[in-house]
């Protein structure tokens, strides 16, 4: 199997530092409270969003949108385990993770009908890239294989069947061209 070429990330620096900064405010709080569990929180988030594969702003957005609702959705888990002996705060929490749940599948199917179209975009470029390059590599190779044209000679001011001075008249072959012969003025009309 012939590896894909790894596509140029179209994300400046600057994008990727407000994109890692919203994901970090906006994902829940960890399990536990050491320093450390912010940094593990924080690194899994954007693995997963790597792990995605976005090479450009929407897709890099749609990734962390995802991994968002899920994180929601995890923690809203957690807080129904916190209250499961509250039936209504569990319904209602339930509800909460099935909808956050639903949204991070959705964002992810989004993310890949996105890639599939960029996919398919670059693979119609480069391959409508290849065969102009193709077209032009057959159309100089033919037009490199063509004989090179007789160089004429500048014409002379010889008329009818004269030769200039010194030369004679060069013999027909069947690959030389025909002579031209010389144009045919036409005499006015004489009145009588």
Do not use: C, F
């Amino acid at each position: 199997m012939k590896a894909q070429p790894i596509p140029p990330i179209d994300l400046d620096t600057r994008a990727w530092r407000h994109l890692t900064q919203t994901l970090i405010a906006l994902l829940p709080p960890p399990i536990q409270d050491p320093p450390e569990a912010i940094e593990t929180r924080n690194h899994a988030a954007i693995a997963r969003i790597a792990a995605m594969a976005p090479v450009n702003a929407n897709e890099a957005e749609l990734a962390a949108e995802s991994v968002l609702a899920r994180a929601q959705a995890q923690e809203v888990m957690r807080l129904i385990r916190l209250h499961d002996g509250d039936i209504k705060r569990v319904i209602r929490l339930n509800a909460q993770y099935l909808a956050m749940v639903k949204l991070a599948l959705a964002v992810n199917a989004r993310l890949v009908r996105e890639q599939q179209q960029r996919r398919k975009h670059e693979t119609i470029h480069r391959d409508a890239d290849q065969d102009e390059w193709t077209r032009h590599i057959a159309a100089q190779s033919m037009l490199d294989s063509l004989p090179e044209e007789p160089k004429t000679e500048p014409e002379s001011q010889t008329v009818g069947n004269e030769t200039p001075t010194g030369q004679s008249p060069s013999p027909i072959t069947p690959n030389s061209p025909l002579p031209t012969p010389a144009p045919r003025t036409q005499s006015p009309p004489t009145g009588t």
